[in-house]
């Protein structure tokens, strides 16, 4: 039998913006039947209110700024280390706007999730709400996955669909995601923290990995 998963789980969480799928992560983890706890939040920027939330729970926190690294695999490598530091069962990328590189997902792929605010495959990138508009879609949303090397690409864990309103901009559509994609982080992570999970090529399960054969 695969081991259990830890209890509770041990989340890092990256930021690089306000913070609130981080919050609602550490609000989520007040309650024991929830499975997880947020043991250190990074960013790559200083200034986040990302930290400023981590540092009000009294939650450790890093900024590993890719300017202060002599080229992206050095930052990449150091990022690796300072999240290892803290042993994750799982990353969470909550609005980290930073490629993950080689180094770190040697360590942390297949653990690592992140959040975009589209339906995947459509509109990956950094401007997810800005680009459906612009399309004209009708319906748009959120999608939770495991982190691959491409951008926005990875296995998908769940979707949910948001409509795009009559006179929306992008930052109305964008609340009206981050609403739905905050309970769909919250709701998933804990689950996958409490019943654990792996990859089978594009699907990701429930359940540890089993090592029968
Ligand atoms: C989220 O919509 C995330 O998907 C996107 O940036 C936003 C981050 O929001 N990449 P917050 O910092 O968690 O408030």
Not at 2 to 16: G, I
Not at 33 to 47: H, I, L, M, T
Not at 92 to 111: E, I
Request: glycine fraction near 10%.
């Amino acid at each position: 039998m695969p081991p259990s998963p830890r209890t509770p789980a041990r989340l890092v969480v990256l930021v690089s913006g306000s913070g609130t799928n981080l919050q609602a992560l550490i609000d989520a983890s007040t309650s024991p039947d929830y499975g997880a706890e947020v043991v250190a939040v990074g960013a790559d920027r200083d200034g986040t209110g990302g930290v400023a939330r981590a540092e009000r729970h009294g939650i450790p926190t890093f900024v590993l700024p890719v300017p202060d690294f002599a080229d992206r695999a050095s930052w990449d490598a150091a990022l690796a280390e300072a999240v290892a530091a803290y042993d994750p069962d799982i990353v969470v990328l909550a609005g980290f706007m930073k490629l993950t590189g080689p180094a770190f997902l040697a360590r942390f792929g297949g653990r690592t999730l992140n959040t975009h605010p589209a339906l995947s495959p459509a509109f990956p990138g950094m401007h997810g709400p800005r680009d459906a508009l612009a399309y004209g879609v009708k319906v748009t949303g959120a999608t939770l996955f495991v982190v691959d090397e491409g951008v926005d690409t990875g296995p998908i864990v769940a979707q949910v669909a948001v409509p795009v309103l009559d006179g929306d901009d992008e930052a109305a559509l964008h609340e009206r995601i981050k609403s739905s994609e905050r309970a769909m982080l919250v709701d998933w992570v804990g689950t996958l923290a409490r019943e654990d999970f792996h990859l089978d090529d594009r699907a990701v399960r429930l359940g540890g990995e089993s090592h029968d054969h």
